[in-house]
């Protein structure tokens, strides 16, 4: 029961159970250890010899004999750990260790930890010697155990006390463990070693590295500073580890120790380090190594010679790349694939196109198929160049030899046609890939996309993107805004919110930005029931995706249509939401109270942007002043823009060109000239605007001769009249009925390509139609559909009226068939002058 007590009383930190040890060595039967183990009861041990105590060489001798027995005799064990100390015991071990039972000698460790309560103390050296018995004993597996555990701290050992000096690296404790290894004084050596060697650097290069590798840097440098080495596979292992890693300098080093010491570098060696000088750039460095290899009579394989040419096609010396490939050829060697492949890459990324043609060509002559990797790297140089058929050529080549177009190839010849501007081309390539079910690249779809968007070409690229999203390629985000935005800006939003749902039932989503100027622009022709709809999806979907943009997009929807009351109730939707009004918000419904006239209620919201801390902005007293000078009430916006200035806000010229317009209207024009003078003493330049706020106010208030100096004023400045401009001063010169000046306006205006609009040709119909000159408004009216300017129910109604004062209702009449036609109605006045001049006896008459 001794035994028993020893195991219950006593804890100390072991490597593997007994058990476990004793299954990997396979020493003894699992019924003998059970036995020893587990006694129950045990019968009563046999009475121990006692070891001789006539001489120290015969106790050593019984201690060797004991630790040599196939099964452990645990009295005699005991025995041995009450006679020897560590010391004692570490001299002993060294100088016997390989003449030992591996399975007895550990449990020997065990049992004396057990019995000194971990007291013994085996040192790092002792451990190292029972592992190099496992390893001679070709135990590899359970020495490879017992080591993780010397290394992970598993085991009490008495670390400083082996022989030898442990340097200064880190805690030593490795480099004392790489020590432990190296010094057997008498004890012969054999491969057995080496093997140790490399379970050692493998443990420190692997399972228990540091971020830089510093310690299996100091056990190899250790182990060569004793003239050991691993494995040359294992030496060649640490150097590709180290620079996978980037420690250059560290597999330098590494490679340096195995040349100067006993190590022998193979060719996998060199090829390891002469590869990452290559790819690293040092290229010069790499060829230096290329001659020390073949000084030491090492034959360089075809692997070292294609990466120092790659080294040298990188940095573009091809002269030293082409005498390399022909000193391959002498030694014996022939190049391969790789080799002519590594030649062509580094040749087209010179756009050396020629001499790269020149070596497939080469290829071709020595029977040598190209891969396909080849033809693709043509290929796509060809196309990065524009010589898109020379390109074709290369495909219909390939295809000769067996090969299928992949996504790779049909990419760059797509990409190709972009670049020489062959849309076509390109589409019919794409249409050829869908029609035979290729795989195509997102990559592909999202660049022939952006190309198609480029040149306006939205049905393509409608078509193209509700494939992509057919085939569950998601384009990515820019892309989609961008498509989004040019569907919107031509009219074509159903093609957008198609796309959009698309995109929502393959399982993808819109992002923030896409969704927004979607929402964005159905607000903005008015298309608000969509808008809804898609933000109502959003809101069910409980898409991450709604910001303050969202909101204000959806309340500028609504406030543009009139519904305030709903626009207000998604302002508060948006702060039980957690999203805060911003000034955007504020402007908007600002905007829509004053479109609606409600002066009041604007002045509230003013109020609670002023509670809120959002009225310091310029932009919010612009849309005050807007609202009350569009509502004439001038004193207003005259008094907002003084509290902008006592509020020491900067303005700006929309809200000086709001008060100009509002004083040019109510023809002010002291007020406004002021105005204007202080607008440039404060640095803020006049805009378009501006000038023609000024323009058409000295007009309507007579003073067109006034006007027309302002106009050359401003081209003496170096400012060229915009429309607008031009159209107030020709309002002017309409009433007073100058129409040769307004000829000779209109003229000017062709001769700095300044197109007139359908304001400037509906103000001039008028003046014609007033003085009863049909035909020439007529004429103008013509005109003006023929340069492709679509005439307003303004338009309409004027030359109508026109018609009407002249008394020539069959031309009225047909006017009036024209605009029903294209969907615009007469207002009520001009219905009732319809009807009565349509029963004038000499209109029946006309139509008869």
């Not at 039967?29 to 060489?57: F, G, Q, Y």
């Not at 039972?101 to 065990?110: L, S, V």
């Not at 050992?157 to 200064?168: A, I, P, R, Y």
């Not at 991450?544 to 204000?552: C, E, F, L, W």
Request: hydrophobic fraction near 40%; charge should be neutral.
């Amino acid at each position: 029961m001794e035994m028993r007590r020893l195991t219950q009383t006593h804890k100390s930190i072991t490597l593997l159970s007994p058990t476990k040890l004793r299954h990997l060595l396979s020493i003894t039967s699992t019924a003998h250890v059970h036995n020893h183990l587990h006694p129950s009861p045990p019968p009563p041990p046999p009475p121990p010899r006692k070891p001789p105590a006539n001489s120290e060489a015969d106790f050593k001798k019984w201690v060797v004999s004991v630790l040599s027995l196939p099964s452990v005799d645990y009295s005699k064990c005991k025995e041995i750990v009450k006679r020897l100390n560590g010391y004692d015991f570490d001299t002993l071990f060294v100088d016997f260790h390989l003449k030992l039972n591996p399975f007895t000698a550990y449990r020997f460790f065990h049992i004396a930890d057990l019995c000194s309560g971990g007291g013994f103390g085996f040192s790092v050296k002792a451990y190292c010697c029972l592992i190099r018995l496992h390893v001679f004993a070709n135990l590899d597996s359970p020495a490879h155990a017992i080591l993780c555990r010397l290394i992970d701290g598993k085991l009490n050992v008495l670390f400083g006390k082996s022989d030898g000096n442990v340097e200064s690296c880190g805690d030593g404790k490795h480099v004392e463990i790489a020590l432990g290894f190296c010094d057997f004084r008498d004890v012969p050596k054999c491969c057995s070693d080496v093997r140790i060697f490399d379970m050692l650097v493998h443990l420190y290069a692997d399972e228990f590295r540091d971020a830089r590798f510093d310690k299996v840097v100091d056990v190899f440098r250790t182990l060569a500073g004793k003239g050991l080495f691993p494995s040359t596979r294992t030496c060649n292992f640490l150097l590709s580890s180290l620079i996978k890693t980037n420690e250059f300098e560290k597999s330098c080093e590494v490679f340096e120790l195995m040349c100067q010491s006993c190590g022998t570098p193979d060719v996998c060696s060199f090829g390891i380090v002469i590869n990452a000088l290559s790819k690293g750039g040092n290229v010069e460095e790499a060829e230096k190594l290329f001659r020390r290899m073949e000084g030491m009579h090492i034959t360089p394989n075809v692997v070292i010679y294609n990466n120092l040419i790659h080294g040298l096609c990188k940095i573009g010396n091809f002269v030293e790349a082409f005498s390399l490939k022909e000193k391959m050829e002498k030694n014996g060697l022939v190049p391969t694939v790789v080799t002519y492949g590594t030649l062509i890459n580094g040749l087209l990324k010179f756009e050396k196109y020629d001499e790269a043609n020149g070596v497939l060509r080469d290829m071709l002559e020595k029977g040598i198929v190209p891969s396909q990797i080849i033809y693709n790297t043509l290929i796509d140089g060809y196309c990065k160049v524009g010589n898109v058929m020379t390109a074709l050529k290369l495909r219909d080549e390939m295809l000769t030899h067996g090969f299928t177009l992949n996504p790779a190839i049909l990419h760059s010849l797509v990409l190709g046609f972009c670049r020489v501007n062959q849309l076509d081309e390109a589409e019919r390539l794409m249409d050829y890939m869908i029609l035979h079910r290729l795989s195509i690249y997102p990559a592909t779809f999202g660049c022939f996309i952006y190309e198609l968007c480029k040149k306006s070409r939205l049905d393509s690229a409608y078509k193209f993107t509700k494939e992509m999203i057919f085939r569950k390629l998601k384009p990515n985000d820019m892309l989609l805004t961008t498509l989004v935005k040019a569907l919107c800006e031509n009219n074509k939003h159903s093609d957008a919110v198609t796309l959009w749902s698309q995109l929502l039932s393959k399982g993808f989503r819109a992002n923030t930005i896409t969704s927004n100027t979607l929402l964005y622009g159905l607000c903005k022709i008015g298309k608000l029931e969509d808008a809804i709809s898609i933000f109502k999806e959003i809101l069910v979907m409980n898409f991450p995706i709604i910001d303050k943009i969202t909101y204000n997009t959806v309340i500028f929807g609504y406030c543009k249509k009139g519904k305030l009351e709903e626009a207000f109730n998604l302002r508060e939707e948006m702060e039980r939401r957690g999203t805060s009004p911003d000034m955007f918000t504020y402007t908007m419904l600002l905007h829509g109270l004053f479109n609606r006239g409600k002066m009041d209620e604007a002045m509230s919201l003013w109020n609670e942007c002023r509670k809120n801390g959002l009225v310091r902005n310029v932009y919010v007293y612009g849309v005050m002043m807007d609202g009350f000078s569009k509502a004439e009430k001038i004193e207003e916006c005259e008094s907002f823009f003084l509290e902008l200035l006592n509020q020491n806000i900067k303005p700006n010229a929309v809200v000086f060109n709001i008060l100009i317009g509002a004083y040019a209207r109510i023809e002010k024009m002291t007020e406004a000239f002021r105005l204007y003078d202080d607008m440039k003493s404060k640095g803020v330049s006049p805009t378009y605007v501006t000038y023609s706020s000024l323009v058409h106010g000295l007009c309507i208030s007579g003073h067109v001769q006034d006007a027309q100096n302002f106009i050359n004023g401003m081209k003496k400045e170096g400012l060229l009249p915009d429309v607008f401009t031009y159209t107030a001063l020709i309002g002017g010169y309409c009433k007073l009925g100058k129409m040769d000046e307004v000829k000779r306006l209109l003229g000017e205006m062709h001769s700095h390509d300044i197109k007139p609009n359908e304001v400037t040709y509906t103000v001039i119909i008028d003046s014609y139609s007033k003085m009863g000159s049909m035909e020439k408004a007529s004429e103008l009216f013509d005109e003006m559909v023929q340069d492709g300017i679509i005439p307003d129910s303004v338009t309409y109604k004027t030359l109508m009226n026109g018609f009407f004062k002249a008394g020539k209702a069959e031309e009225a009449l047909k006017l009036s068939d024209y605009m029903t036609h294209r969907g615009l109605e007469l207002d009520e006045v001009t219905y009732t002058s319809l009807i009565q001049l349509s029963h004038q006896p000499s209109t029946i008459a006309s139509v008869e």
